[in-house]
């Protein structure tokens, strides 16, 4: 299979997880000569650094926001209203 083209950055979380298991296939059935496997790699690893970076985003977001219900429920509840419990 030919490298698809364009950034990696462009990539979803759920299609660079996709790419890094098309590049295991390839790898595990012998698919890629010795020329083509460096390259592959580089790319994998790229990918690898890609899917860390927007699991970090993504477990950031949700800190901030349960953080934010948080500081809701404890002011709601310092001003006497009845505390609502978070939805989950």
Known sequence: MAKEKGSPRDLS????V???D???????EG?????GLSGLVAEAAELVTLCRQKIAAAEMQVK???ERLE???AQAASEGAPAEEPPF
């Open 13 to 16: 979380y759920r299609e660079a």
């Open 18 to 20: 996709a790419r890094l």
């Open 71 to 73: 500081r809701e429920v």
């Open 31 to 35: 698919e890629v000569d010795i020329d």
């Open 64 to 66: 901030e926001v349960t």
């Open 22 to 28: 098309e590049i295991l296939s390839q790898i595990e």
